[in-house]
């Protein structure tokens, strides 16, 4: 059953079927539990029992969240698989920042100009309305004026003036004139159907305005004028009504007209009520549509419907009606609205068109060069990178002799040169890691043949006891010490520092070492008797062995190694090179110092002799002489010999120092002289912290019994 199951998960793996994230897994558990809850109310239904209602809502509720998860999952697997290659990415960059705010463009400017259209209709729609409006006050104003001459005559006014009005211009015909000295009407009130309407306590002054009485709209201007202590109040009315819409739709469209408008908010309590006619009946609801449609120009020419609210006044009350204003909708084309636009351009009008078109096509090749360019550049870029991938799958089979096709001289192309040039750098780098690897096996070996030159077992005397340490700052060290037993109560102590590190200062130091070794294990060179002790040693001193009670001093030896130094070494090669004689009987030790510096003899009550006797560095110069001196050892001195690696590392306070070294090794003087050793390297390390080692550290220290 297991390797069934891992077989079938395998094989679902494969085909990216087993889930692999949470949204997965919540997903595929929505789905199973959705299918259980389905089963279970199909046999309770069956079984007649209850909640089925309640288990069809867990149903539909566990469906919708598996659909949503599903649909996230889909999106994640089309978003790795369709992005995944760059090609793929800059196109949907190039949709998102090109052709979408292109489209979002285009849309916005024919709403815009769809907005515009609208609203230019209306503007035509409401400003025939005003043009009405002024023609209303104006005519108004004549005869409000004729009345008041007339009563200031003391004449009664009559119906003359108003049906000399109705002959004279035919759209008096349906017009309503009423007139009222103070609060009284005169008898020149009604139209051509005898109507007429309430006095208006609410105007004061001048009025023109579209107002609602007994839910029909009109247009009414008034005049009040000031006659013998009273006021004449003229009023004339036009019915903004199907009649006066058709002139105005004559050549723009359909206009309707809703005298109910559009309920903005809703009544409050103690608002105003809606209209109502004599009686207490509610107003009627007047709609009206005048003019209609125009047949298409073209194949663009689209209807356009808009509307606007009409500002319009309570008659009863004087207030402006805010919570249904009337509502005005017309439907036109837009090649309506162009004629009604650019009728004053006259032959202009082409022009402009044939600019606009000029313009669009200019657009439109705007963008399908931008089309091809950004094409064009999507596929430079995209191969540039498929190349680059290609080559990086060779690096990644350590074929680093691959090389990318440059072609062209833009920033891509050095992207490509620097690849090659990083590959052919990275082909050098690994030919010459091998040749630093095959380097340092070497250094490894001499690491471990130098090793081998120190001394690993010491004899010590039974009057003096020694140690030495010598740790190189880098695989080899120059610096150089040894202790030579001569016999039983002879001991040769050697301290030295060749000049310059690495592999040319070991060699150096191993020639001084086999010297050194040489010259003592042969039974200690002699010079013949016409050589004194200490004169120069040059190509006349002759080396003899067998000589009895005639021992070359430390002097004469440094004498023959410095000629053997010079002759043997180039010409900048040196060395500094300590080497002293003990002898156990006379606890004396004979020395000669070539340079190097000078070993410091502790005291047990803590005073210092230096031994610095001798001369300059060896190997440099020829036919140099070196003096030698002796110095009593005592029960307890402490013999000192370092290089320079142990007093010159720097920190932010300055150099480790000689009186620190001193001072370090006089207070631990009865301790082992291993753990002398330890405290002492121990402390340079601490004063160079965390940088380099930046010399060869040497110690060799001797203690008398």
């Known amino acids: 059953m297991d390797l069934s199951y891992a077989a079938l998960r395998r094989k679902l793996r494969q085909w990216g079927l087993w889930p692999q994230s949470r949204a997965a897994w919540g997903a595929w558990y929505a789905l ?3 299918g259980v809850l389905f089963v279970l109310q199909k046999l309770l239904a069956a079984l007649k029992q209850g909640g089925g209602q309640s288990l069809g809502w867990w149903v539909g509720f566990l469906s919708f969240i598996a659909i949503l998860l599903f649909l996230l999952l889909a999106f994640r697997w089309l978003k790795a698989k369709l992005l995944w290659r760059l090609r793929n990415r800059l196109i949907v960059t190039y949709v998102f920042i090109g052709v979408v705010p292109a489209l979002l463009l285009v849309a916005m400017a024919f709403a815009t100009l769809y907005l515009f259209a ?13 043009l009405q409006l002024h023609s209303v006050e104006a005519v108004n104003a004549a005869i409000a004026h004729e009345l008041e001459g007339r009563l200031e005559r003391g004449e009664s006014p009559n119906m003359e003036v108003l049906e000399r009005l109705r002959k004279s211009e035919v759209i008096w015909k349906d017009r309503q004139v009423c007139a009222w000295y103070g609060s009284k009407p005169l008898p020149i009130c009604g139209d051509a159907r005898g109507q007429s309407f309430t006095f208006p306590a609410f105007i004061h002054g001048p009025f023109r305005e579209i107002v609602r009485d007994s839910g029909k709209l009109y247009l009414r201007a008034a005049t009040v004028l000031s006659v013998r202590s009273e006021k004449l109040t003229v009023v004339s009315s036009e019915g903004l009504d199907k009649e006066l819409l058709e002139e105005i739709a004559a050549n723009l469209g359909e206009i309707t007209v809703d005298t109910t408008g559009l309920e903005l908010q809703q009544p409050t309590a103690g608002a105003e009520p809606a209209p109502t006619l004599e009686g207490g009946k509610a107003a009627p609801h007047v709609t009206f549509t005048a003019g209609t449609v125009p047949s298409p120009a073209n194949m663009s020419d689209h209807e356009i419907t808009f509307g606007t609210l009409l500002s319009a006044v309570n008659w009863d009350t004087g207030e402006h009606d805010e919570h249904s204003p009337p509502l005005v909708r017309v439907q036109t084309r837009p090649s309506v609205l162009y004629n009604r636009l650019f009728a004053a351009l006259g032959r202009f009008a082409i022009g402009w068109e044939q600019i606009l078109l000029a313009f669009a096509v200019l657009l439109a090749i705007i963008e399908a060069l931008a089309l091809v360019i950004g094409t064009t550049l999507t596929r430079s870029i995209t ?14 089979r350590g074929d680093f002799s691959h090389r990318i096709p440059v072609k062209s001289s833009d920033q891509l192309a050095e992207l490509a040169n620097s690849f090659n040039s990083m590959t052919a750098s990275i082909e050098r780098l690994v030919l010459e890691q091998k040749e ?15 090793a081998q030159l120190f001394p690993r077992e010491i004899s010590q005397l039974e009057s003096l006891e020694v140690h030495g340490y010598c740790r190189p700052a880098r695989t080899v060290s120059g610096d150089y010490y040894d202790f030579l037993a001569v016999s039983s109560d002879k001991l040769i102590l050697a301290a030295g520092d060749v000049s310059g590190k690495g592999i040319s200062a070991a060699l150096l130091m191993a020639t001084i070492h086999s010297a050194v070794r040489a010259y003592a294990m042969v039974g200690m060179p002699v010079v013949r008797e016409q050589v004194a002790v200490g004169a120069a040693a040059g190509a ?23 000629h053997q130094l010079y002759e043997s070494t180039p010409q900048e090669k040196y060395a500094t090179l300590f080497l002293g004689i003990y ?22 009550d803590g005073s210092i002799r230096r031994l610095d006797q001798g001369g300059t560095v060896v190997g440099l110069f020829d036919n140099l002489s070196f003096d030698e001196a002796s110095v009593q050892l005592k029960a307890g001195d402490i013999f000192l010999a370092y290089s320079d690696g142990i007093t010159e590392p720097e920190n932010d306070f300055g150099e480790f120092g000689e009186a620190r070294l001193i001072d370090l090794v006089r207070d631990n003087r009865g301790l082992p002289l291993t753990e002398i050793t330890a405290l002492v390297t121990g402390a340079v390390d601490d004063w160079i912290g965390d940088k380099e080692q930046p010399d060869d550290i040497t110690l060799v220290l001797a203690r008398a019994r």
């Open 118 to 130: 609208g609203q230019f209709a209306n503007f035509i729609v409401t400003s025939e309305i005003n």
């Open 32 to 34: 199973g539990l959705a």
């Open 383 to 396: 191969g540039a990178v498929a190349q680059l991938y290609r080559a990086t799958q060779h690096v990644d």
């Open 540 to 562: 006349s001193m002759m080396l003899a062995r067998g000589t009895e009670g005639v021992e070359v001093s430390p002097a004469a030896l440094l004498s023959l190694l410095n």
């Open 436 to 450: 630093k690897q095959r380097l340092e096996n070497e250094l490894v070996i001499a690491q471990e043949v130098q």
């Open 583 to 604: 002898d156990g009987t006379s606890r004396n030790v004979s020395y000669s110092n070539g340079g190097h510096l000078p070993p410091i003899i502790i005291s047990p």
